[in-house]
Each structure stands twice: as structure tokens, then as C-alpha cells.
């Protein structure tokens, strides 16, 4: 059984070939960093364009590294949701056109329920059940997991997600795109504890807020920037003080959930689950609390095709005549979705 993965939500093109036998054959992925840098941000219609120059030729590598024929394929997943809708059509399309011409299934993926299953790639995945922290682009959710598709939101960010504050306060401190990783490089040269910032809900709930903490950023950067353009070492501290305070915030949010639900077990999966600060603060919470914390490899963290395949695996016996080969939803509530085998 070889399942085709592909993954084009927003500005990365992933491919991967996953057989449940023999684990991931191969994979790509393609980042469009260069192309959106002198813009800031992500401009959806160079990304739409480039998955559509990019998608087939490294299909086509995939196939070649796995030592497959396109024939040798028995079904493809493509992330169908949420995401940006060219982006989302340009992998919706091709799928849909490979399982015409193959006859074979072509099933739609949810795309954080393919983060949320990326630990399982590991060799030593989590069992079932587990609290699991997404923190992905513009989501930061702790969900309740006790099977595959049987997920219960816990809490949510109410405002801006975790990534798209690292996104924000990296701008205000004027560092490349993209924001979130040149924001924690800084930060390893500064001092967390330079300049006291907000710890947003702290013990109020399982929901999350990021907009508050943001804005004390910037009226912060722009105090330490009246008088002249900040330093070098004033950037990097307020860098670290501004990743420290997310750090504490996600993982007091995941203390009180694995206290709510009683689990044992924590899964981290999305962009900032590669964070190296957020791991080490969890692991250490972990030891404190008798949890065991799962995180995917730091190349399965960001968007990719090897989560993408194996979560259509998953969802194999889903996807017959009922369901469009072509499912394109830039919103999708990752509890609209149901257990596996009673129908996505």
C-alpha cells in the first residue's frame, strides 16, 4: 500500500510517499521563503503559482527516490483544509486529476489533524489517549485525543495565534522574514528576564490570548527605541522576555490541561513545536508532573507531505463515491471532523 501525500496549504510544497508496512519511502518539500521575503508575508497568489510550476516534477523525484512508478501508487492525499484556497486547489486539482487516471481514491485531509498525527511518524509514537498542543500559522489549540478523529477542543487562542505573535513582534523588530525563527535565533543571545512582559490568562482556563502580550511588545520596543534605533543587545533581550513569555504562557496552558483531562501523555505538533525554548519548558514540566511529552521531528513540525500521506492513510476507507475528489475549505473547525470509520 503506497500512499502519495500532498501538502500545498500555504507556502510550502510538500510530497511524500507512506506505506503502512514499510513507513515513509520517501518525501520533499519545497519552502517558498525566498519568493515572499521581500514582502514581508505571504502573498497568496505567488504561492498559488509556484505549488502549481513545483508539485509535478517533485512528485516525480518522490516516485524515482522511492524506486516507484506513478502506477504503483493505490491512493493519494491532499490537504484539503484549512489553508489558502489557491494554494489548497493547486494540490485539490492535481490529486483529483492522478486518482482519475490511476483510478484510485483521493481522499481530503484535514491539516491540522495531519499535524496532530505527525508524532505517530516517529518510532516510538504515543499511544492513545493524549492531550495534544497544536501550535501551527494561525492556530494554537489544546485538543483532547482519544483515537484517531475522535478529538475534543480543550481551548483556543481567542485573538492572535502563538506563531502569528512571533510573526508580528519580529517585525516591529524589524528581523527577516520569516519572523518566528529569526525571532528565536535572537533570542538565544538575550536575556528572558531583561523586561518583565504579560503572561496572558495565566491559571484563568484552558483558552489562550496572545493579542494583549503583542501589544505590550510593541509599546515596549517602542520606549527602548525613542531616543535611538535599538541595539543589538536590547533587540535580543526584548526577543528573549517576548519568547520567554509565550514559552510560560503555552506551557501553563498545557499543565492545566493534561490536569483537566488526566492524561499522561502530550503530543506537540505545528512550526512552533520545533521552538527549542518551548521544548526544553516542557520536558521539564513533564518531569515535574509525570507526563511524557511526544513531539515530531523538527522537519515534521513544519507543513509537509510525510503527515499529509499519513493521515490520508488513516482515512483510507473514507473515501469512496460519496466524497468530492476535489475538497477545497479554507475554514475547517477540527471538530467538525468524526472518529475514523463513521465518516469524515
Given at each position: 500500500?503506497?500512499?502519495?501525500?500532498?501538502?500545498?496549504?500555504?507556502?510550502?510544497?510538500?510530497?511524500?510517499?507512506?506505506?503502512?508496512?514499510?513507513?515513509?519511502?520517501?518525501?520533499?518539500?519545497?519552502?517558498?521563503?525566498?519568493?515572499?521575503?521581500?514582502?514581508?508575508?505571504?502573498?497568496?497568489?505567488?504561492?498559488?503559482?509556484?505549488?502549481?510550476?513545483?508539485?509535478a516534477p517533485m512528485i516525480r523525484g518522490v516516485l524515482d527516490t522511492a524506486g516507484l512508478d506513478i502506477r504503483d501508487i493505490d491512493a493519494v492525499a491532499y490537504t484539503a483544509g484549512p489553508g489558502l484556497i489557491g494554494a489548497l486547489m493547486v494540490g485539490a486539482a492535481l490529486a483529483a486529476s492522478v486518482a482519475l487516471a490511476l483510478r484510485i481514491p483521493a481522499i481530503p485531509v484535514h491539516h491540522m489533524e495531519a499535524h496532530l498525527l505527525a508524532a505517530m511518524l516517529e518510532p516510538e509514537p504515543p499511544q492513545f489517549p493524549f492531550v495534544a498542543l497544536l501550535v501551527s500559522g494561525g492556530h494554537t489549540q489544546l485538543v483532547n485525543v482519544q483515537g484517531h478523529g475522535d478529538y475534543a477542543l480543550l481551548g483556543s487562542t481567542l485573538d492572535d495565534a502563538a506563531g502569528e505573535a512571533f510573526d508580528k513582534v519580529a517585525r516591529l523588530l524589524a528581523l527577516p522574514y520569516p519572523g518566528g525563527p529569526a525571532l528565536a535565533a535572537v533570542a538565544e543571545d538575550g536575556d528572558p528576564g531583561a523586561f518583565?512582559?504579560?503572561?496572558?490568562?495565566?491559571?484563568?482556563?484552558?483558552?489562550?490570548?496572545?493579542?494583549?502580550?503583542?501589544?505590550?511588545?510593541?509599546?515596549?520596543?517602542?520606549?527602548?527605541?525613542?531616543?535611538?534605533?535599538?541595539?543589538?543587545?536590547?533587540?535580543?533581550?526584548?526577543?528573549?522576555?517576548?519568547?520567554?513569555?509565550?514559552?510560560?504562557?503555552?506551557?501553563?496552558?498545557?499543565?492545566?490541561?493534561?490536569?483537566?483531562?488526566?492524561?499522561?501523555?502530550?503530543?506537540?505538533?505545528?512550526?512552533?513545536?520545533?521552538?527549542?525554548?518551548?521544548?526544553?519548558?516542557?520536558?521539564?514540566?513533564?518531569?515535574?508532573?509525570?507526563?511524557?511529552?511526544?513531539?515530531?521531528?523538527?522537519?515534521?513540525?513544519?507543513?509537509?507531505?510525510?503527515?499529509?500521506?499519513?493521515?490520508?492513510?488513516?482515512?483510507?476507507?473514507?473515501?469512496?463515491?460519496?466524497?468530492?475528489?476535489?475538497?477545497?475549505?479554507?475554514?475547517?473547525?477540527?471538530?467538525?471532523?468524526?472518529?475514523?470509520?463513521?465518516?469524515?
Open positions: 500500500m503506497n500512499v502519495l501525500g500532498i501538502e500545498t496549504s500555504c507556502d510550502e510544497t510538500g510530497v511524500a510517499v507512506y506505506d503502512p508496512a514499510r513507513g515513509l519511502r520517501a518525501e520533499a518539500l519545497y519552502s517558498q521563503i525566498a519568493i515572499h521575503a521581500p514582502f514581508g508575508g505571504v502573498v497568496p497568489e505567488l504561492a498559488s503559482r509556484d505549488h502549481a510550476r513545483r508539485l518583565s512582559l504579560p503572561r496572558p490568562l495565566h491559571n484563568k482556563g484552558l483558552d489562550l490570548s496572545f493579542s494583549g502580550l503583542k501589544t505590550a511588545a510593541r509599546l515596549l520596543i517602542e520606549r527602548q527605541s525613542v531616543a535611538a534605533p535599538l541595539a543589538d543587545r536590547a533587540r535580543a533581550n526584548i526577543a528573549a522576555s517576548f519568547q520567554a513569555a509565550v514559552v510560560d504562557t503555552l506551557v501553563n496552558k498545557c499543565q492545566l490541561a493534561m490536569t483537566a483531562s488526566g492524561l499522561e501523555r502530550l503530543v506537540v505538533a505545528g512550526g512552533v513545536g520545533a521552538n527549542r525554548r518551548l521544548r526544553a519548558a516542557l520536558k521539564a514540566m513533564g518531569e515535574r508532573n509525570g507526563v511524557t511529552v511526544y513531539y515530531p521531528r523538527p522537519a515534521l513540525c513544519t507543513d509537509n507531505g510525510a503527515m499529509i500521506a499519513y493521515a490520508g492513510w488513516r482515512r483510507l476507507g473514507e473515501a469512496d463515491g460519496a466524497v468530492p475528489l476535489i475538497v477545497a475549505r479554507p475554514r475547517w473547525p477540527l471538530d467538525d471532523l468524526k472518529p475514523v470509520g463513521t465518516g469524515a
